[in-house]
Each structure stands twice: as structure tokens, then as C-alpha cells.
């Protein structure tokens, strides 16, 4: 890599939390009189985005993040619409990267994209990156996913993509979907949970992978500094335990997105608590929908 611009040091200083406070896009009454962007970016820092897809565009509003390296950045998924024209994730995306290699350029920036899981609310936009130059789209697929983190060989290890001198830290996570992998980011201290963990309903397909993800992403988080757990969805309202119901497009009364490592902890014990019991479960701050019996 050619480097004109001055090396970014992202390792020497532990993460501090910063406080979101975003007004998150959430819908509008009426979808054909929505006025918001198709795309929400927010900047946590200046090396670091959080993109949320418009409820108008799909109901699913999925999160989105583009973090940046030396190296190169990565997308960490690509939404719940193929159209560039109604979705324009490659144009923001481009721009973004736009306006960080102005501020810092290199030659040869690459740009990764990666998934938290295979679901097509979170790989709908992958081919708007197909034909982009010096750019891989990692299949979100458990073949492709698991070979590329290496967790075919070892399911168990912790997987590491460095984007030049930030290095996120990659865990196979199955449990809402085989495929599913949690990334760490040493620079922010975001735990990126997918569908694992967020402020909604959280599906369950594989009930005793899901409580050895728990487990897992708990005594993962005590031995590093985790300044906010983040998920892709927003399904719960303000009303501890109750969400909004499914294909809502209007969702004024949101939590915030960002969780801590104590709600891992309940979900814990939900789980505990749930037992052998199928079903949907309701708690203060989600739903876990036991799908297996």
C-alpha cells in the first residue's frame, strides 16, 4: 500500500465510550409522504459510521457499518434492498470513502464487505459492490463466511481482519442463523451482534448454539473493554417488553440502539429462565422467539 497521507495509530489508547444520541429515522406515518433520507449516516467518530436503511425502503431497517483502516475499510452488511436506484448504498459508501481518503490518502484503498449473517435483510445490496474495483464481497453463506474466518477448521477461534493497524476480532456466533459471526473492534470497543443481540426479537433457530453464543459473547466481553453492543434492528418500543409489531413502517418511540454487555447477562438468564419452553418470550428490554422445540 502506498501511504500519502500520515499513518492512523488505532491501537495505543483503550476505547472510551462516546455517547450516541442519535435521532435514528425511524418511518412516518404514511411511507409515500416520507421525506427522510434513504439512508441515514451517522459519524461516531471520524473513522467510524453506523448507516441505517429508511423504513419507507424496507420495513426491516436494518444497521449498517463502515469502519476504517489503514488499509482498507470494511462494510459490515449491505441491507434488505437490491436496487441501487431505490437502496444507493455503493453511491454513499463511495462517497464516504470519498471524503475519508481527502482527509487521509492512500493509494490503493480497498474496501472489504463482510455480514453478521446470511438473512436477506442483510446481503440484499451485495451485488451493487460486484464490479467495484479493489473491492471483496465475502459470501455471507456458511461455506464462504466460515472458510474465508476459518471457522470450518475451528469454530472455536478467534478470527482477526486487520484493515491496516485496526484489527477486528471475528467469532462464529450461531445460534439465530448457522452462519452467524460477532465482530469486535478493539478501536471503538463496538461489539457488533447482528441479529444475535439487539433491542428486538430475537429469532432462534438452534436453541443450545444460541446459549453457547451467550455464554460465549459474555466471557469474551469480560476480557475486553466493550463500550457498547450493537445489533442490526430497533423492534422494541419504549415500554419495557413491548415491540412493535411485524412490517411496521413507523416506529416513533424507539430504544436506543446500542445495548451493554449487562443485557447480555439477561439474556442469560431468559434463557435460563425459558428453559425447555418454545415460543415467544418477552422481556423489558427484547423477545426471544424459540423457533426449535
Known amino acids: 500500500m502506498g501511504v500519502h497521507g500520515q499513518w492512523i495509530d488505532f491501537v495505543s489508547e483503550a476505547p472510551e ?3 450516541l444520541e442519535v435521532d435514528w429515522i425511524h418511518g412516518s406515518p404514511s411511507a409515500k ?7 441515514q449516516v451517522h459519524a461516531y467518530d471520524e473513522h467510524t459510521f453506523i448507516l441505517r ?8 431497517a436494518p444497521f449498517l457499518f463502515l469502519i476504517f483502516g489503514n488499509a482498507r475499510a470494511v462494510l459490515i452488511d449491505t441491507g434488505a434492498t437490491e436496487s441501487a436506484e431505490v437502496f444507493p448504498l455503493r453511491r454513499v459508501v463511495d462517497e464516504l470513502v470519498g471524503r475519508w481518503l481527502a482527509g487521509h490518502p492512500r493509494s490503493d484503498y480497498a474496501l472489504l464487505v463482510l ?5 436477506h435483510d442483510h446481503v440484499a445490496g451485495d451485488a451493487q459492490f460486484a464490479e467495484r474495483p479493489r473491492t471483496t464481497v465475502v459470501g455471507a453463506d456458511l461455506d464462504s463466511a466460515w472458510t474465508y474466518f476459518g471457522f470450518t477448521e475451528d469454530p472455536d477461534r478467534v478470527a482477526r481482519v486487520d484493515l491496516g493497524g485496526r484489527v477486528l ?5 450461531p445460534g439465530h442463523d448457522k452462519a452467524a459471526v460477532t465482530y469486535y473492534d478493539p478501536y ?5 451482534t447482528g441479529d444475535t443481540v439487539y433491542p428486538g426479537r430475537l429469532y432462534v433457530e438452534d436453541w443450545a448454539a444460541f446459549g453457547r453464543t451467550v455464554d460465549r459473547l459474555i466471557a469474551f466481553a469480560g476480557t475486553r473493554t466493550v463500550t457498547h453492543v450493537l445489533g442490526c434492528h430497533i423492534e422494541m418500543t419504549d415500554q419495557p417488553g413491548v415491540d412493535y409489531p411485524i412490517r411496521t413502517t413507523y416506529q416513533p418511540d424507539e430504544p436506543p440502539l446500542e445495548m451493554t454487555v449487562g443485557h447480555l447477562r439477561d439474556i442469560r438468564a431468559a434463557i435460563d429462565e425459558i428453559g425447555d419452553r418454545p415460543g415467544r418470550h418477552p422481556f423489558a428490554g427484547f423477545v426471544i422467539c424459540r423457533e426449535d422445540g
Open 17 to 19: 465510550p462516546r455517547v
Open 33 to 39: 409522504h416520507n421525506t427522510d433520507p434513504d439512508i
Open 169 to 173: 476480532e471475528c467469532l462464529a456466533t
Open 115 to 119: 455480514h453478521t449473517h446470511s438473512h
Open 188 to 192: 471503538t470497543g463496538f461489539l457488533l
Open 53 to 60: 436503511q429508511n423504513k419507507a425502503v424496507n420495513y426491516e
